[in-house]
């Protein structure tokens, strides 16, 4: 982005809060060149720098704790007890942020900072997510670049979000598209396909992936059966979290008709052969298959009294508003009535 691209970007933005994220784990040789490389490329925003050490073992919370002092208008720190893993690090930097626009940012400066004004660029444009995609991958081929495009095209074909690299850290978002739901376990990669999912408009651009220099990397292969078993986690609450009965109900109706098809098979068999019903393998099948069914479609009501209580209980509604033209707020009948007895 040249320098009066940017300064138009600055002057568009100049209301608007940013903050950026930055989940740190061992990354005491990183820390310094990341926090000048981020105030060089946001000088002009208005910015916040959020750390989380989670849990460091070597001198990373020594570095930030001195960041925190000499530059307490910028730099926020977070410091956990003990090591959570990332997604409890981002989730702690939105609760623990104030910006507008939230950016996330891994700290072994293997994402390049240059890349944060285009990715504000698209969310000016109107996207209220955009991901990084991580062209020229800086990593060992085998145990992490070839996993993580197998991953990234499964969770596309599953999720219905389709990504080249969800994986990459690098990503801003607006912060109303992160409300809602909650991050646990290894959940942070999905929040494209959970933003989708409620309508948010999601893009990605072409970032820059640098070589690690110092510390070493803190995921493996392992990772990639996590991600497998996340999936199957997100799947369901995308595309069932309301309505869990239609998917075991599903599957209930499906097993009991099969069980009554089986019964009516060996029952012709029973008439036109004489065949033994006791013998025949199908009997015990159907019995199963009935009980099975019947099984699923009690577990779908109880999930669905769940689903409800859930709802309900935190006050969560069943849709997503991106916003309201000319709608004048309603107070309720009761305050009506105590505001005209106050006129009165």
Not at 122 to 131: A, M, N, P, R, T
Request: hydrophobic share 40%.
């Amino acid at each position: 982005m040249d320098n009066s691209a940017l300064k138009e970007l600055m002057q568009a933005m100049r209301d608007q809060m940013l903050s950026v994220i930055v989940p740190v784990y061992n990354e005491k040789d990183n820390i310094l060149p990341l926090y000048e490389a981020l105030h060089a490329v946001l000088d002009g925003f208005r910015f916040e720098l959020v750390f989380i050490n989670d849990g460091s073992k070597d001198e990373s919370i020594k570095v930030l704790e001195k960041l925190a002092e000499e530059d307490p208008e910028h730099v926020v720190l977070v410091d956990f007890r003990r090591n959570y893993g990332q997604t409890a690090a981002m989730a702690a930097g939105i609760d623990y942020s104030s910006g507008d626009i939230i950016i996330m940012i891994d700290a072994d400066m293997q994402n390049d900072p240059a890349d944060i004004p285009e990715l504000l660029a698209k969310i000016h444009e109107g996207y209220d997510l955009v991901s990084g995609w991580r062209v020229s991958r800086k990593d060992t081929f085998l145990t992490r670049t070839l996993p993580s495009r197998m991953a990234n095209w499964l969770i596309s074909v599953v999720t219905g979000v389709r990504l080249h690299d969800y994986g990459c850290s690098l990503k801003a978002y607006r912060r109303e598209v992160l409300e809602g739901f909650r991050l646990y376990g290894e959940m942070h990669r999905f929040i494209p396909a959970y933003a989708g999912s409620v309508g948010a408009r999601v893009t990605e651009i072409p970032v820059n992936h640098h070589p690690r220099l110092y510390g070493k990397a803190n995921y493996g292969l392992e990772r990639t059966f996590k991600v497998l078993l996340d999936l199957i986690t997100v799947k369901f609450l995308i595309s069932y979290g309301g309505k869990p009965i239609y998917l075991f109900g599903g599957f209930g109706i499906i097993s009991i008709l099969i069980s009554f098809i089986s019964l009516g098979y060996i029952g012709f068999r029973k008439l036109a052969y004489e065949e033994s019903l006791v013998r025949s393998p199908l009997l015990l099948m159907s019995v199963m298959l009935f009980m099975i069914g019947l099984q699923s479609i009690m577990s779908g009501l109880i999930a669905e009294l769940l689903a409800r209580t859930y709802y309900e209980s935190q006050s969560k509604p069943a849709y997503s508003v991106r916003r309201v033209v000319n709608v004048q707020q309603k107070g309720t009948q009761s305050e009506l009535e105590q505001h005209l007895s106050t006129e009165g």
